[in-house]
């Protein structure tokens, strides 16, 4: 009896049973989505889709994620998209860093001296991994072509953080270093740490 009403599900309903291969660029950005707790795993999800997204062809203008009707908005759009991704990488790596940073060596950690100075290790090697995608972004941003009056309205938070990274006012160098800084600090306190200080 089962198997003739999982056999009749399955015939009823064949459009929900077929799937597409993820080719092109923006399919990929589409399976990009923040969670509510953003654990390790999830982070790295989302890395690897953005990642898959960065590697892939775009998809025919008709199908991109913003209206293109000229080779310059095109052209834009591209450039755009590349900045874009760049600096949600850039995020992302800040967050899984996060995870592994200690924000102060406090005496009574010293049983776990060598668990936290591995896990400083791991957010740094992070944080100067999210370097790179950085100075990628910000190639990316000099290579959106100049365009007064151009404005793709579809991703309007796209030509914003453009306008950011141009002027200076979002600076991801800026904030990694700070947060080196502090890590290094941080790391020193730890390797300070000894039996007498427990």
Same mark, same amino acid.
Do not use: C
């Given at each position: 009896?089962?198997?003739?009403?999982?056999?009749?599900?399955?015939?009823?309903? /064949?459009?929900? $049973?077929?799937?597409? #291969? +993820?080719?092109?660029?923006?399919? !990929?950005?589409?399976?990009?989505?923040?969670?509510?707790?953003?654990? /390790?795993?999830?982070?790295?999800?989302?890395?690897?889709? $953005?990642?898959?997204? $960065?590697?892939?062809?775009?998809?025919?203008?008709?199908?991109? $994620?913003? =209206?293109?009707?000229?080779?310059?908005?095109?052209?834009?759009?591209?450039? @755009?998209?590349?900045?874009?991704?760049?600096? #949600?990488?850039?995020?992302?790596?800040?967050?899984?860093?996060?995870?592994?940073? =200690?924000?102060?060596? !406090?005496?009574?950690? %010293?049983?776990?001296?060598?668990?936290? @100075?591995?896990?400083?290790? #791991?957010?740094?090697? +992070? %944080?100067?991994?999210? @370097?790179?995608?950085?100075?990628?972004?910000?190639?990316?941003?000099? #290579?959106?072509?100049?365009?007064?009056?151009?404005?793709?309205?579809?991703?309007?938070?796209?030509?914003?953080?453009? %306008?950011?990274?141009?002027?200076?006012?979002?600076? %991801?160098?800026?904030? +990694?270093? =700070?947060?080196?800084?502090?890590?290094?600090?941080? =790391?020193?306190?730890?390797?300070?740490?000894?039996?007498?200080? !427990?």
């Amino acid at each position: 009896m089962v198997f003739i009403i999982l056999g009749v599900f399955f015939l009823a309903a /064949p459009g929900y $049973l077929h799937s597409y #291969k +993820i080719t092109y660029a923006e399919q !990929y950005y589409r399976l990009f989505h923040l969670h509510f707790y953003q654990y /390790p795993n999830d982070l790295m999800e989302n890395i690897h889709y $953005l990642e898959r997204a $960065l590697r892939s062809d775009f998809a025919n203008p008709l199908n991109a $994620l913003a =209206r293109i009707e000229t080779e310059k908005e095109w052209e834009r759009y591209r450039a @755009l998209f590349y900045m874009h991704v760049n600096i #949600k990488l850039v995020e992302l790596h800040l967050r899984l860093g996060s995870k592994f940073d =200690r924000q102060n060596a !406090y005496f009574y950690q %010293y049983p776990w001296k060598y668990a936290n @100075l591995q896990s400083l290790e #791991k957010a740094e090697s +992070i %944080y100067r991994y999210a @370097l790179g995608y950085w100075e990628e972004a910000l190639e990316w941003a000099d #290579k959106v072509p100049y365009a007064p009056y151009m404005n793709l309205e579809e991703i309007q938070n796209w030509e914003d953080e453009h %306008y950011r990274v141009e002027n200076g006012d979002l600076d %991801y160098q800026d904030i +990694i270093e =700070r947060h080196l800084e502090r890590l290094q600090s941080v =790391r020193e306190k730890y390797e300070a740490m000894g039996p007498d200080t !427990y």
